[in-house]
């Protein structure tokens, strides 16, 4: 992804704009050709988990009109690393004509997530559904369908469009319903599902979320999760009964307890309801991602600012919020974000994604001037863990056709997704739609939290911090300098040197009639909600579900932690602690 830009000094030195490397990802069949169809959409949703990248292509005529299909890449594993290999064509076994398999998806390592909003269930049209996949299930390396999820008829109605947004973590499964009547009409809803509710591998429904708004605040439109914290996006809130109130949007921040008995309970409504820049039908909320105690959120249809300060009409802004900002628990607003160069219908913000290193604001152009869409890359910085850095313009190859490049996005470790719906192979299929692939600079890790960089600091050398080169071996959360086995990130955890081996015996585990304990410390200085168990009997499946935490010591500096969880008849079980940066 490239533009070729350059530009001449006055020394006369011509200088050429250079961007991350990228690879192009067609539609294919399983012999390797090249299989692009009209109007099918490949790359209205991407998601990437490690080697292994997911496009939908929702439209596409499988089994039958607009009945959706899901493609799996892997990573060639060849000296760069940077071409893709297509391993598996995924339909639900129960597929139709106007169901939009792939409209959705989400995936964390062997588990993907798929939602078919349209899915007829029983005799409710539109209803929607979400199919769950698991990789060896059926056969090594086979991606085999192992649920389907649907509501009750007690939950679910005509048009619903359950399954319109999915978001995935260790275990746990979001769900959005946005055109839900659970309140009011088209008011929205969300669904929490985890693995084992129900049964082995059962991905069982734990808890309904209310959305107490008004009608078509459209609650659920977009989510995502990040262990113990979610957002969930509702674009048609309004401000107030006035006209021009309406549709500004609004997103919720929800926190599930660490006491696995409690619901996930709101723990902030973000808005711009006092910010006289917004406006009628902003959307804010549209799209939302999260990681860690960092959250962004998408308003596509703000009309932002040109360098003159004229309002550009839809051409979009983003919104980040930190969960200390302005005191604890507070998810203030830490920066907002604009198109570098606005323009009437832009609609910057459309998708959105963050991670620990990396933020990507994508646009769905309608813009004449810039149709083709762009990616705007921004980067934190452990200096200023507030601190997020413009770096780079991510464009397509060509640019004089609309193509809705970054309509959709993904990023992990480094290498970031960027979806083109519209785009095409050749004239001869018209929105079939391509996928770009970006390897940005880095894929270490990054450490912009106040408690870790903080320790960080107090660890290591600054001379040795500075250097990145250092950040595998030395002050990175997964590097082990004492070489004890216990990376920096479980040092933290537990309270321990990072730069002094522990041979002690640190953790322990009890087992007494119909139970299994996990005792461990917890150092004060970590957040709450940062840290949780996870327990599984086969080392593939991991939840939350069932396991209850006691503080059994209490220290200056740290807590001693019971983790239990009942039995069960269970021949194997074996605990883990989930460490959020």
């Known amino acids: 992804v490239s533009d070729l830009y350059s530009e001449t000094v006055e020394d006369g030195t011509a200088v050429t704009a250079v961007h991350p490397p990228s690879s192009k990802v067609l539609p294919l069949n399983l012999i390797g050709e090249t299989d692009s169809e009209t109007g099918s959409h490949f790359g209205n949703a991407v998601a990437i988990s490690g080697d292994t990248m997911v496009v ?31 391993v598996k064509i995924l339909t639900p076994e129960d597929g139709l004509a106007k169901d939009q398999f792939g409209v959705s998806l989400d995936l964390v390592n062997d588990t993907l997530v798929v939602g078919a909003n349209l899915k007829k269930v029983g005799s409710k049209k539109r209803a929607g559904a979400v199919y769950v996949f698991e990789r060896n299930h059926g056969g090594d ?86 262990g113990m914290f979610a957002v969930i996006g ?65 308003s596509f249809l703000f009309d932002g600012f040109s360098e003159t300060g004229d309002r550009v009409l839809n051409s979009g802004a983003a919104f980040i919020y930190r969960r200390d900002k302005g005191g604890q628990k507070n998810w203030g607003k830490a920066k907002d974000l604009f198109s570098q160069v606005p323009g009437k219908n832009d609609r910057f913000g459309v998708s959105v994604d963050i991670d620990s290193r990396y933020l990507l604001i994508g646009t769905d152009s309608i813009n004449p001037d810039f149709p083709s869409g762009y990616v705007q890359l921004y980067s934190s910085d452990i200096s200023d863990h507030s601190a997020w850095n ?6 397509p190859s060509r640019q004089d056709r609309v193509i809705g490049f970054g309509s959709s996005l993904a990023l992990d470790n480094g290498t970031a997704v960027i979806g083109a719906p519209l785009d095409r192979e050749s004239a001869l299929y018209e929105r079939s739609g391509i996928v770009f692939v970006n390897y940005l600079q880095t894929s270490t890790d990054f450490h912009n939290s106040d408690y870790v960089r903080d320790w960080i600091e107090e660890n290591f050398d600054k001379e040795i911090i500075e250097r990145p080169s250092l950040e595998g071996s030395h002050w990175g959360l997964t590097a082990d300098p004492d070489s004890d086995s216990y990376p920096n990130g479980i040092e933290l955890l537990l309270g321990t040197d990072p730069n002094k081996a522990d041979h002690q015996v640190i953790t322990e585990t009890l087992i007494n009639k119909g139970s299994f304990s996990f005792i461990y410390p917890r150092s004060k200085r970590v957040p709450n909600g940062l840290v949780f168990t996870q327990w599984s009997d086969d080392l593939k499946s991991w939840s939350m579900g069932g396991i209850t935490e006691t ?23 074996y605990m883990r602690l989930n460490f959020e940066k």
């Open 234 to 298: 509702a674009p048609g809130a309004n401000r107030s009964s006035d006209f021009n109130d309406f549709e500004l949007g609004s997103a919720y921040i929800y926190k599930k307890s660490s006491r696995t008995e409690e619901p996930w309970g709101i723990e902030k409504k973000l808005d711009l309801f006092n910010d006289p820049r917004a406006s009628r039908a902003d959307n804010f909320g549209s799209s939302v991602s999260i990681k860690g105690t960092n959250v962004v959120v998408g």
């Open 141 to 226: 390396s086979n991606w085999g369908e192992v649920n389907k999820i649907t509501l009750g008829d007690d939950l679910s109605n005509i048009g619903d469009q359950f399954g319109r947004s999915v978001g995935l973590s260790e275990g746990v499964l979001i769900v959005g319903a946005p055109f839900s009547d659970y309140v009011s009409t088209d008011s929205g809803a969300a669904f929490v599902f985890e693995r084992n509710q129900g049964g082995v591998n059962n991905w069982g429904m734990s808890q309904a979320i209310r959305h107490e708004g008004d009608r078509l605040d459209w609650f659920g439109f977009s989510v995502d999760i990040d």
């Open 390 to 395: 413009f770096e780079d313009v991510l464009l």
């Open 56 to 86: 939908g292509s929702f439209l596409r005529d499988v089994k039958g009109i607009d009945s959706g299909a899901v493609y799996i890449y892997e990573r060639n594993e060849g000296a760069d690393g940077q071409s893709w290999i297509l």
């Open 551 to 573: 503080v059994i010591e209490d220290h200056d500096d740290y807590e001693l932690i019971e983790a239990k969880v009942n039995i069960n008849g269970s021949k194997s079980i």
